[in-house]
């Protein structure tokens, strides 16, 4: 019922920029929060950054500084700029939505990841 369409990663030097995307459809009434987060081989999936309806926002220690996250409501999309990238932001960044349907239920919806490689 919500679809998340991710585009964006690829390969990168370090020091470089990527700017993700992750557009939203679906069954959906409203949407109170995007993020995105991303897991590394052999490690936990963990928070990158996350915005709220409202426009608040919370980032990972690793990424302020170098990442932002914003939201366009009118498209149901959420970016996230990347830039000075590490060697170690290699991981497959997912987008999160946490939305209410339209049928009034509550629905977390994950995409399909893209990968972001960090490497010379």
């Known amino acids: 019922q919500v679809q998340l369409v991710e585009s964006g990663g690829g390969l990168v030097q370090p020091g470089g920029s990527l700017r993700l995307s992750c557009a939203v459809s679906?069954?959906?009434?409203?949407?109170?929060?995007m993020g995105w987060y991303r897991q590394a081989p052999g490690k936990q999936r963990e928070l990158v950054a996350a915005i709220t309806s409202g426009g608040n926002t919370n980032s990972a220690d690793s990424a302020k500084g170098r990442f932002t996250i914003s939201r366009d409501n009118a498209k149901n999309t959420v970016y996230l700029q990347m830039n000075s990238l590490k060697p170690e932001d290699t991981a497959v960044y997912y987008c999160?939505?946490?939305?209410?349907?339209?049928?009034?239920?509550?629905?977390?919806?994950w995409g399909q990841g893209t990968q972001v490689t960090v490497s010379s």
């Open positions: 679906g069954s959906i009434l409203s949407i109170y929060a």
């Open positions: 999160n939505v946490k939305s209410t349907l339209t049928d009034y239920r509550r629905a977390d919806s």
